[in-house]
C-alpha cells in the first residue's frame, strides 16, 4: 500500500527565513501530489498541487518541487512569517484513486 | 456557500453509545469521505462515498457505519462506541472522485469515555 513520510513532526525557524519541509512516498508514483495546512483546532485547507510532470510549482512564498525519481517533494516557505506558523500535511492518492492519503504532518513554529 | 460543516462541534459519551455525526456539503460535490485525526497517527481514511447510494471502506472501518442517500449528506455512525473513538473527526468532500482540491469541515471532537 502506499506510504508517506514527512521526515520532520518539527520545524522551527525564525521569521525571514525559508522554510523546507519534506514529503516521501514508497510504492507506486502518483499522477500528482498535494500539500495541505492545518491550523490548531480546524481542519486542513488546501495549498498547491504538482502534477508528475511539472518539476515546480510557485503560489506566492511558497514553493513546492516534485521529484519522481526520488519520490520525493519539497515545500519551501520563502521570507517566512510568524502567521505561517502551522502543521503543514502532503497527501497523494492511492493506487485505485479512490483515497487521498495523508503524511503525518510537519509543524512549522516561525519565531520573530 | 458554506461548504463543508459537520455538528455537533464537541461530544462526550459512555461506552456503549451510539451516535451519529453529521456532515452537509453544499458545493454539489459527489466525493465525500470521512477521517479520524490522532495525535502522532495523522489523518486516515475511514469511509468514503463516490456518490449518492455507494460508499465504501478505508483504512479504519470497523466499529462506523455510514450512508449516502443525497448528494449533499454523509453522516458517520458510531454503533457502539469504544474509547478508541476518541478522537477528532473530519469530513470532506472534492468534485469527483480524485479531484485535485479536497474541501475539509472543521471537526468534531469526541470523547468517549
Known amino acids: 500500500s502506499q506510504k508517506i513520510e514527512q521526515n520532520s513532526e518539527a520545524l522551527n525557524i525564525q521569521e525571514g527565513k525559508t522554510a523546507t519541509l519534506t514529503c516521501n512516498y514508497t510504492?507506486?508514483?502518483?499522477?500528482?501530489l498535494q500539500w495541505y495546512r492545518q491550523d490548531p483546532g480546524r481542519g486542513p485547507v488546501f495549498l498547491l498541487l504538482i502534477r508528475e510532470n511539472e518539476k515546480e510549482k510557485r503560489k506566492e512564498r511558497l514553493k513546492v518541487t516534485f521529484d519522481t525519481t526520488l519520490k520525493q517533494s519539497l515545500f519551501h516557505i520563502t521570507a517566512s512569517q510568524p502567521a505561517d506558523s502551522a502543521t503543514y500535511l502532503c497527501?497523494?492518492?492511492?493506487?485505485?484513486?479512490?483515497?487521498?492519503?495523508f503524511g503525518k504532518g510537519t509543524t512549522l513554529s516561525v519565531s520573530s | 456557500n458554506a461548504g463543508v460543516t459537520q455538528t455537533p462541534k464537541f461530544q462526550v459519551l459512555k461506552t456503549g453509545q451510539s451516535m451519529t455525526l453529521q456532515c452537509a456539503q453544499d458545493?454539489?460535490?459527489?466525493?465525500m469521505s470521512w477521517y479520524r485525526q490522532d495525535p502522532g497517527m495523522g489523518l486516515r481514511l475511514i469511509h468514503y462515498s463516490v456518490g449518492a447510494g455507494i460508499t465504501d471502506q478505508g483504512e479504519v472501518p470497523n466499529g462506523y457505519n455510514v450512508s449516502r442517500s443525497t448528494t449533499e449528506d454523509f453522516p458517520l455512525r458510531l454503533l457502539s462506541a469504544a474509547p478508541s473513538q476518541t478522537s477528532v473527526y473530519f469530513c470532506?468532500?472534492?468534485?469527483?472522485?480524485?479531484?485535485?482540491?479536497?474541501?475539509f469541515g472543521p471537526g468534531t471532537r469526541l470523547l468517549v469515555l
Open positions: 458545493m454539489n460535490h459527489e466525493y
Open positions: 470532506a468532500s472534492n468534485i469527483i472522485v480524485g479531484g485535485e482540491t479536497q474541501y
Open positions: 497527501a497523494l492518492y492511492n493506487q485505485a484513486g479512490t483515497a487521498l492519503i
Open positions: 510504492n507506486y508514483s502518483p499522477a500528482y
